[in-house]
């Protein structure tokens, strides 16, 4: 962890500034092992393999944080899709677009400003943005235990920080942030709108908050399929089994359709190809495999999976005091905050 982080680090619980105390273990890249403490509320928080541990357990769901844990580790050891892809797509062509979609303030902005990934898995798209903004600082928190393969796997990132946390209580200073975004997260906790409350309260006067959630079935039709896929061939019940068994169910699933598998995939390619630019030309029959199984796992693994239409989205950014919403991709939310009254 380097100390620069303190700059915007707080106690998720009562948001006072942290220090620093006692004896730490540090290297180049900062602290490895040591401890915070808050000043207001004593209370204190770990650094762990560079990782601060800023967790409260209020609305963590223990199945949900052990599945994804379980995910991202089997993607980082390389028992998943290739790194460079995700749930089909490619990183690197999903950042080009994002970046010229979502991020057109973030150039103009002074130097040294703060952006969030809210929900980073693996830590790719992180990387990505850091990697596209090295003027910038990047923070990305994850209620995982794979946050700290994440950490050490971009140890080099000078402006790229990990920090555990839970997206109900996000430990960063209100009003902080230039940029967060949170892709396919906030869905996934007990209370959607509580999360998005939560992270959007970081972003300041001009900032931008992007979000990726569920859409309804009828505004998209390849997560209707998924949906199906979740409530009517899973019953709803893949939390409720062991990991291992859901996603050797996943394997099944995808071995035995996957005739239907590579047709529902091809017709949702030729609908999305020039709208989202994002996918490999000629992906193998093995790589489509690997990404089907892994987006069934993501897809019926969590306990929660909350589904949100436009409108209701929209009505969350103007309640939160954000301009208008660009919502032109399904799913897809990103509007800026107004400046505050002079």
Sequence with gaps: MRRKLLEILRCPLCRGQLRLMGEQTCDPRGVQEGELACRACQRHYPVVQGVPRLMLQDGLVPKSRSGFTYQWKKRQFGRAERRTVMYGYEIGKFMDWFVGEFTPGLSGCADGAWLLDAGCGSGEKASELARRFPQHQVVAIDQSNAIARAAWENRDLPNLYFVQANVWYPPFAEHSLQFAMSIGVLHHTPDTLRAFRAVGALVAPGGDFM??????????????????????????????????????????????????????????????????????????????????????????????????????????????????VNDAYPGFFHAVRAMAAP
């Design 211 to 324: 979000t990726w959630l569920y859409p309804l079935p009828e505004e998209d039709s390849f997560w209707a399929g998924l949906y199906r896929q979740r409530d009517c061939h899973f019953l709803r019940l893949g939390h409720r089994l062991p990991h291992w068994l859901t996603i050797a169910l996943c394997h099944l699933y995808v071995t035995a359709l996957f005739p239907l598998v590579l047709r529902f995939l091809k017709a949702q390619y030729l609908v999305n190809k020039d709208r989202f630019p994002i996918y490999p030309d000629r992906p193998s029959l093995a790589s489509l495999y690997r990404s089907a199984v892994f987006l069934s796992f993501d897809n019926v693994m969590p306990p929660h999976q909350f589904r949100h239409g436009r409108r209701e989205v929209a009505a969350w950014y103007r309640a939160q005091g954000f301009g208008a």
